[in-house]
RNA sequence: GCGCCCGUGGCGCAAUUGGAUAGCGCAUCGGUCUUCGGAACCGAGGGUUGCAGGUUCGAAUCCUGCCGGGCGUACCA
């Protein structure tokens, strides 16, 4: 958990040079939002400045290597050459396309600044924001008393704004140890690395050389700081004294995946060869614009926002379905509102675990919150159905439970239920084998439609026999918790009702 | 430049890791319908799996080369 890293640097900075005391005093969290907004604009803008003739050089000498490339196709002898030569301009062309893009937004964003007269002013009054809130988190880091002060008082309100949210997603931890914690245990790591040879002075850094990569594992900034790296092997070494773990799994997002080569790489030279250590990389999520998704203007307000969204269209869903009743509306505001809850989370969770793994997917509202197709929504949906046989039929599963001889698949439609129930097994050994919680999605949606079948060929409280009519509820019953058991280890909950 | 990843009906995605006629959802079209809860069901159209070779009894999957896209690449995480 990152307690520990730049964006306190930034919040530090900020409150030492912008606070509005008043309103830290009214709202320590949203005050401090504000100054990591205030704080990142200016190092935008600022990246901006600098950037921008840089992209300015680059468009000329594209500009040029573009014209000559041109020539050069123009006088290339037919056939391959030419094909070659043509090839090369066109590549040129659009590389110098590109540059003026990216020249053209880093233009884009100094003339909105120097619009706006009181960002202007701040720009000019703090030059180099980077630099000085890099400052700020090595003063943390080398325990500095006013930083210190400063950071104990931010991070308990930080948490818990975090753990709002951890609430709604109902996610839990059983061990936290935040990127602090092992702060103090770094300085140690590198002198076993050192004493062990792997980890060298170069240009000024502490770095590991790793056979197979161009660029070492850096430890230990010049100016003194640890990092990302440092940090992962320091936690190693603890999570192996502590809980002798037999795997480690970093879920982290593939752009990643460079780091954690390097990093199993050095932990496996340092000696650590029996754990199997494995980077669970996963795809990208992609804006409108087909470029990664993020949220500049703030850390958790974006998901906050969609949270409240799916919950918002998922009531209107539930009301009006429940309006439509034959026999008018039977549930209650609250129970409206706790239906709404549990299916709008579900259907943002299931969009999310229904992807492949490793595939980039496009952030769209419209469809993590669509209900209807392959949703969490048809899985709920089954289960509420049998529990609506349940209610109107009077009866007690666990009685039925006591003689499972009861089942008897005749028709195709019990017998397509029954065999899928069967593969339950098999499908959360597919999703584990590669931790791939797709499998496990795609069978329950399988499961759900051939439910659905069964449901509309089949009637059960009108039964034909009384043999029969305890042979399908029994189905019902096994369906519903096989379902509960398989949303519930995604993270997604059921309701009787909906 | 080097490295990693991706390209599957109009759109979004699967494919038991090399197996049988490439599946599903949205969308489209047509049916069911005074329901054990229609947030449903049944059916239809739509594919040379980016292109070209190769390996194999068999390729969306493996190899090679193109085309198109994404990401990473010395002190951010």
């Known amino acids: 958990m990152g307690d520990w890293g730049t964006q306190f640097g930034m919040i530090i900075y900020g409150y030492k040079h912008f606070v509005d005391a008043a309103a830290y005093e009214r709202q320590p969290v949203v005050e401090l939002g504000r100054l990591y907004r205030l704080v990142r604009q200016l190092m935008d803008v600022q990246e901006a400045q600098s950037q921008l003739p840089v992209a300015v050089a680059k468009v000329e000498q594209l ?18 050459p030419l094909k070659r030569a043509e090839k090369t301009a066109r590549l040129a062309a659009d590389q110098r396309r590109s540059a003026e893009a990216e020249r053209d937004s880093w233009q884009a964003r100094c003339e ?11 720009l000019a009054a703090h030059p180099d924001v980077e630099t000085s809130v890099l400052r700020e988190t090595a003063k943390l880091h080398a325990g500095d008393a006013d930083n210190r002060r400063l950071w104990q008082t931010f991070l308990p309100s930080c948490r818990a704004d975090i753990q709002r949210i951890y609430d709604r997603l109902h996610v839990t931890f059983d061990h936290e140890l935040g990127e602090s914690f092992y702060h103090e245990r770094c300085a140690p790591v590198l002198e076993a690395l050192q004493s062990a040879g792997m980890a060298v002075d170069s240009q000024g850094a502490l770095c590991v050389f790793l056979d197979g990569f161009e660029t070492p594992m850096i430890v230990r900034k010049r100016d003194g700081a640890y990092l990302y790296a440092t940090t992962d092997l320091a936690t190693l070494q603890y999570r192996v004294e502590t809980w002798q773990p037999a795997a480690i799994l970093y879920v982290v997002d593939f752009r990643q995946s460079e780091h954690f080569a390097k990093l199993f790489a050095a932990v496996r030279q340092w000696g650590y060869t029996q754990i199997d250590l494995r980077h669970i990389s996963f795809g990208t999520v992609l804006g409108k614009d087909g470029r990664p998704y993020k949220t500049r203007s703030g850390d958790t307000v974006g998901l906050d926002g969609l949270l409240d969204e799916a919950v918002h269209k998922a009531h209107e869903v539930v009301s009006q379905n429940d309006d439509g009743k034959p026999d008018g509306p039977e549930l209650s505001a609250e129970q409206r509102q706790h239906i709404a809850q549990v299916i709008g989370m579900a259907a943002l969770k299931y969009a999310d675990l229904s992807q492949n793994r490793t595939s980039d997917y496009e952030y769209s509202p419209e469809k993590m919150l669509s209900l209807q197709g392959n949703t969490a929504t048809y899985m709920q949906y089954s289960f509420a159905r049998v529990h609506g046989i349940f209610a109107k039929g009077n ?23 029954g065999l899928a129930l069967l593969r339950f097994a098999e499908a959360l050994d597919d999703a584990l084998s590669d931790y791939r ?15 659905s079948t069964f449901f509309e060929e089949c009637p059960v409280l009108r039964a034909d026999t009384p043999a029969e009519r305890d042979s399908r509820l029994m189905l019902c019953d096994l369906t519903a918790r096989t379902i509960q058991q398989g949303l519930e280890l995604l993270g997604i909950q059921v309701v009787q009702k909906m």
Do not use: M
């Not at 500009?63 to 056939?79: D, F, I, M, Y």
């Not at 600044?113 to 009181?118: C, F, L, N, S, V």
């Not at 009866?395 to 397509?416: G, K, N, Y």
């Not at 919680?437 to 439910?451: E, M």
């Open 437 to 451: 919680p797709n499998q496990l999605t795609q069978y329950l949606f399988d499961l759900a439609k051939r439910f």
């Open 63 to 80: 500009t040029q290597s573009s014209l000559a490339a041109r020539e050069a196709a123009a006088v290339a002898p037919a056939g391959e």
């Open 395 to 417: 009866i007690d599963p666990q009685v039925l439970r006591q003689r499972p001889e009861c089942l008897h698949l005749t028709s195709p439609a019990e017998r397509s239920l």
């Open 112 to 122: 909105a600044a120097a619009r706006d007269g009181e960002l202007s002013a701040r």
